[in-house]
């Protein structure tokens, strides 16, 4: 007990400055997608979460993967309800809510991201009953997408006013993440959003990556694609994955976790909250699904 104390007060200790928290607009609405399955976007939803967290950020994730419930695997949590009692069941939001470290708020979407379409118009209301908590106990909601151009995730990916795309080096990830972004401009989603290159050998690997994809969207879409920053290749990302505990809490000093952080300082410092964002998001979650 007395080694673990010492850990955690050397950890606390270490922590990089709080970061100021911007105005009471309501939360900046995030949804992390990829274009294809196996390129670490969960982990770094997680990771991401826990380090804004860290610096007294209010943030929620919304497992939005099908009921798959990898953010909660990662955490090492068990909701014992999730969007479908609360949208069927009458639990409350606070029922719902599973709290991870720092106070890390989950929501997992469970059946109730399949049930967005046939909600009747109590359900429909049981959904908008979000918006107080979103608007008021939030500064950050990251929503973890399935990947690929299914309905779901196109749909998360509308709904939100921000959009991160996780990319790896390799050919594949790139050409299926293009096709994602061509999707995305031909219903006319997104003009832009910001890249993240995981699991690159070198930061020039990364934005080499990033370029040939950036040029491609920038010519033949017309789409802004900025670059947010690389996750570098660490050996000790997959022994957390498997340890059930984040990166940034079991490895706080490693390179990946560096790099995390510093994608946590740009994502901050970029953007200040868009008014409504929370209204908005539901309004388009309904329209999308119903």
């Given amino acids: 007990m007395l080694d673990q104390a010492h850990k955690l007060r050397t950890l606390v200790n270490n922590l990089p400055p709080a970061v100021p928290r911007s105005r009471e607009t309501g939360p900046r609405i995030i949804t992390v997608t990829s274009g294809k399955g196996g390129v670490g976007k969960t982990s770094l939803v997680v990771n991401l979460g826990l380090v804004l967290a860290r610096w007294g950020r209010r943030v929620l994730l919304f497992d939005g993967d099908l009921g798959l ?39 997992s979407g469970g059946s109730g991201m399949q049930e967005l379409a046939n909600l009747d118009s109590i359900q429909r209301q049981r959904l908008l009953d979000l918006l ?18 299914s309905r779901n995730v196109l749909g998360f990916v509308a709904a939100a006013e921000e959009v991160v795309v996780v990319i790896t080096p390799e050919p594949t990830s790139l050409t299926d993440a293009y096709g994602l972004i061509k999707v995305l ?55 957390a994955v498997k340890e059930q505990r984040p990166l940034v809490l079991s490895q706080p000093y490693s390179v990946a976790a560096k790099s995390i952080g510093r994608i946590a300082r740009c994502l901050v410092d970029g953007k200040e909250p868009t008014p409504k964002a929370a209204e908005r998001f539901l309004d388009r979650l309904l329209k999308l699904f119903g």
């Fill in 185 to 239: 401009v031909r219903f006319k989603v997104h003009a832009e959003a910001r890249l993240v290159v995981n699991r690159a050998h070198s930061e020039k690997e990364a934005r080499q990556a990033a370029q040939r994809l950036q040029t491609v969207c920038s010519k033949f879409l017309g789409f802004n694609l900025s670059y947010l920053g690389e996750i570098l290749e660490d050996a000790v990302v997959g022994q």
């Fill in 69 to 107: 419930a990898n953010i909660e695997v990662l955490l090492g949590l068990t909701p014992t309800y999730t969007l479908y009692e609360f949208l069927y069941g009458n639990k409350s939001i606070e029922e719902i809510l599973c709290t991870g470290p720092y106070g890390l708020q989950v929501i």
């Fill in 132 to 149: 107080p908590y979103l608007r008021t106990r939030t500064d950050f909601v990251l929503v973890d997408t399935g990947a690929g151009i």
